[in-house]
């Protein structure tokens, strides 16, 4: 199934006018589990960070982590690199606009290619790694953009059923991943040959968040593949289904997780 068609057409209306890309940013930051542990693990983070800290949001998206980081700290220097030109020129037109311009600033780069030797205090990386085959690479341009000290912060699916995927002989539910998910010790184990240390890998999307990415992500972006007349039914779906995946997100975040289909990693240069 085909997302990232989807995410174009959406952010092509939420370009639109300021109000309605910050409103996007706003309903993101509710919707999508993954935003809510970011958010809590940027602001773990933040205490160990200088007040000018230099930060990278490697595919960067629609910017709303960007976003995120430059209301929560107003010094940091924050930049966002992304393989989709458009996206790119969207977010640094909409940075602009917003006033942030001056410290807040946008790339077209592939990460396989990053080469930044010791510039970055902190890393986020959501949902970009499983769209990545040479992930080890990566992680090595990571470890060596990153000042000593430096953390890196990872949002990426797990082999417990993330990307929907639940058996060998099962697709995942997104056709652009290349990999179905990370287990905790590939993940830990590649980290560590690109130098990293004080890997810390936990479980995101327990029972709860699987049932509220099911019904705030999954049923949606079929409905959505099948035709866009569904944009129009997809407001009064979300006055069913928004509070029942923002209940559930709750439950998901405040649960400690023995398994799950999501991962959330740290790691420290």
Request: hydrophobic content about 40%; glycine content about 6%; some cysteine.
């Amino acid at each position: 199934m085909q997302y990232e068609p989807i995410k174009e057409s959406l952010g092509r209306f939420f370009t639109k006018s300021l109000f309605l890309r910050i409103a996007f940013y706003f309903l993101l930051d509710l919707l999508l589990l993954r935003a809510w542990h970011i958010k809590r693990a940027i602001k773990k983070s933040e205490t160990r960070l200088a007040e000018d800290a230099s930060v990278l949001d490697a595919g960067s998206g629609f910017g709303q982590y960007t976003w995120r980081m430059s209301t929560l700290q107003k010094k940091w220097k924050i930049k966002g690199i992304d393989i989709n030109n458009s996206q790119v020129e969207e977010c640094n037109d909409f940075f602009i606009r917003a006033g942030r311009s001056d410290r807040v600033t946008f790339e077209t780069g592939d990460l396989t290619a990053l080469v930044e030797s010791d510039k970055y205090d902190l890393i986020i990386t959501v949902d970009v790694m499983e769209h990545i085959e040479d992930d080890e690479l990566v992680f090595r341009n990571f470890y060596k953009s990153l000042k000593n000290n430096g953390i890196l912060l990872i949002s990426t699916p797990s082999d417990k059923g993330g990307s929907d995927v639940h058996h060998q002989e099962e697709r995942s539910f997104i056709d652009e991943h290349v990999r179905d998910g990370y287990g905790k010790e590939e993940i830990t184990g590649k980290l560590k040959a690109a130098g990293f240390n004080n890997v810390n890998v936990s479980y995101t999307y327990g029972k709860a968040g699987s049932i509220s990415w099911n019904l705030s992500m999954k049923l949606p972006v079929r409905m959505l593949n099948k035709s866009h007349i569904f944009f129009i039914i997809l407001p009064f779906y979300y006055l069913f289904a928004f509070p029942v995946s923002f209940f559930l997100n709750i439950i998901d975040l405040n649960s400690r997780h023995k398994t799950g289909t999501g991962l959330l990693v740290t790691a420290e240069k």
